[in-house]
């Protein structure tokens, strides 16, 4: 794995993340289907898991 990869699917997350927060925020206000609504927030929750995960695997280890 080269060191592109890691930023390349970190952006890829984020802007997945930024695509969700904005249809989450349409569906409410159009007050669609609320359990559409709900699946889309887990999902959001599980991108921004993996996005701290990637982030933490950037940062090294210290050992005080």
Do not use: Y
Not at 22 to 33: F, K, S
Request: charged share 40%; net charge negative; aromatic share 0%.
């Amino acid at each position: 794995m080269n060191d592109d990869q890691p930023t390349e699917r970190l952006q890829a997350l984020r802007t997945e993340h930024r695509i969700l927060d904005a249809e989450i925020a349409a569906r409410i206000a159009a007050g669609d289907d609320m359990l559409a609504v709900a699946r889309m927030k887990k999902r959001k929750l599980r991108l921004k898991d993996e996005i701290q995960a990637l982030l933490d695997d950037c940062v090294p280890d210290i050992i005080a």
